[in-house]
């Protein structure tokens, strides 16, 4: 029994010098400094914020498990939060505290203060964080108006609202235009709709022409020039040239045309007249301007008509 | 990679169809809870699901304090905690803090001061999470202020009054009489 005692009393003594040594000197002591963002002026219901500063020897660890939990504090003092941040020998405690103090005149009031426990070489050393003093102050009158009802005294309820479907019509809304106007580059590659190829007008466009012609006042050039864009336009109608004895022809490959034949034929006859036959005068004499001009109206009424 | 326009000009509008879709189905949604808060608000009756939309809850909370039926209020505003957000549970504790010390004043103006002290505790209860929530609360403070006027805190009711500490329901019906049962 004695064999067995006496390792265990050796071990112990070891243990009880190593702990003596390892006692720190007394100027690298933890330091310890709590500031506080305001000491007065506080309502019930207001955070404080306080900074624990804690100045402790090089290779000294926080035990964070001493630290104080977030939760009810005192009867009127909850803490809601605690971090802790390190810079060298600086072990900072930011706490955040929320008062529930009901006060009816200003007075103050002491913060409890905590122990902290530190690791230094080793050894459990505990730092007792010193209570301050905060001032609160009272949100109302000590004596208030006499009210008839004593409900009168209370804020009113705050009403239910209600969801902000608007915005999400705006929303709905917006993405909708955003969608037909993506449709616009598809319906332009696939030739949907207003992108798909119209056939050409070319008689609607020669009309047009005539018109601006005509604008200008009747010349024998202007006369010249009439013929020729309505050639054109019989050119584009039958993607060839068309000259007087390629009519019937035309006519049988766009028979939509074929009620035009009497004035088509007078405005070949013009036409020969006036460049083959150089006599212009005459030419206007057997189709005159207007009636030029109601030939390229029927005609492209014509080319309206077609499919 | 000629497929590759294809592929951007049909997928575009595809997607913004489907966006377009998706919004109009979740602005109905609203619209419907909006529809089920008006009625709540006319003082119909509609049945609330504790799961339903925060904003509907709270609607069928304002009206069950309207109707008196706080029992009812009281466990709708907890089942919010935790999903909801912060100003729709602020606004919770709040209305229903003030319709229990609403019943504790009348009980107070008809002389019934013992019955009127679990309300006014319940009341200060609630605006204390109300603050918790929103420590900036002017009303809830203020409110909070009158409550704890008609009734002190004092250090030894610590445990009954924390945030955390919650009254013992029990006690607070000890004076409703019960059954009798017939003496020895």
């Known amino acids: 029994m004695a064999a067995r005692i006496l390792p265990i009393a050796a071990t112990l003594t070891v243990l009880l010098l190593g702990a003596a040594q390892a006692q720190p000197a007394g100027d690298a002591s933890p330091d310890v400094v709590v500031r506080a963002e305001r000491d007065i002026g506080f309502f019930t219901g207001d955070l404080i914020r306080a900074d624990v500063i804690l100045t402790v020897p090089a290779g000294a660890t926080l035990d964070r498990a001493s630290l104080p939990v977030p939760g009810p504090v005192a009867y009127w003092l909850d803490l809601r939060d605690i971090t802790v941040v390190r810079h060298g020998r600086t072990i900072t405690l930011h706490l955040i505290y929320q008062n529930f103090y009901v006060a009816l005149d200003a007075r103050r009031m002491q913060m409890p203060g905590f122990p902290v426990g530190l690791l230094i070489g080793g050894t459990a050393q505990a730092v007792d964080v010193p209570p301050w003093t905060i001032g609160v102050s009272p949100l109302r009158e000590v004596a208030p108006p006499v009210q008839e009802d004593p409900k009168a005294y209370l804020q009113p309820d705050r009403p239910a609202g209600y969801l902000d479907t608007g915005r999400w019509w705006t929303v709905t809304g917006g993405l909708a235009v955003a969608a037909l106007l993506a449709l616009l580059p598809l319906a332009y590659h696939r030739a949907w709709g207003p992108f798909r190829r119209r056939p050409a007008r070319d008689f609607a466009a020669a009309v047009r022409h005539l018109r601006r012609l005509g604008a200008r ?16 336009a019989l050119d584009g109608a039958a993607g060839r040239r068309v000259l007087a004895d390629d009519m019937p022809a035309f006519l049988n490959r766009r028979p939509v045309f074929t009620p035009a034949r009497a004035g088509l034929e007078a405005f070949f006859q013009a036409s020969r007249q006036a460049f083959f036959g150089s006599a212009p005068a005459k030419a206007r004499q057997v189709l005159p301007f207007k009636d030029l001009q109601v030939l390229g109206r029927s005609l492209a009424a014509a080319e309206r008509g077609r499919p | 990679m ?52 925060p904003a509907v809850v709270l609607a069928r909370v304002e009206f069950l304090i309207r109707q008196d039926r706080l029992t009812e209020a009281q466990p709708l505003v907890e089942a919010l905690d935790g999903r909801a957000d912060p100003r729709i549970r602020t606004d919770a504790h709040y209305n229903l803090a003030n319709a229990w010390l609403r019943r504790g004043l009348d009980l107070i103006t008809e002389g019934k001061i013992d019955a009127a002290g679990p309300f006014v505790v319940l009341a200060r209860q609630e605006y204390r999470r109300a603050l918790t929530l929103a420590p900036d609360d002017w009303d809830a403070k203020f409110n909070l202020d009158v409550a704890s006027r008609l009734i002190r805190d004092f250090p030894a009711f610590e445990r009954t009054v924390g945030d955390t500490g919650q009254v013992d329901r029990k006690r607070l019906w000890t004076d409703i009489p019960g059954t009798p049962r017939g003496g020895p």
Not at chain 1, 217 to 232: D, F, K, M, S, V
């Open chain 1, 217 to 232: 006042g009747e010349t024998e050039t202007g006369y010249l020039e009439a013929l020729l864009i309505l050639h054109r």
């Open chain 2, 2 to 53: 000629r497929r590759a326009p294809t592929i951007l000009f049909t997928g575009l509008p595809v997607l913004l169809v489907l966006a377009v879709l998706a919004t109009a189905v979740w602005a109905r949604h609203l619209a419907a809870d909006n529809r089920a808060i008006t009625g709540l608000k006319a003082n119909r009756d509609l049945a609330v699901a504790p799961g339903a939309a």
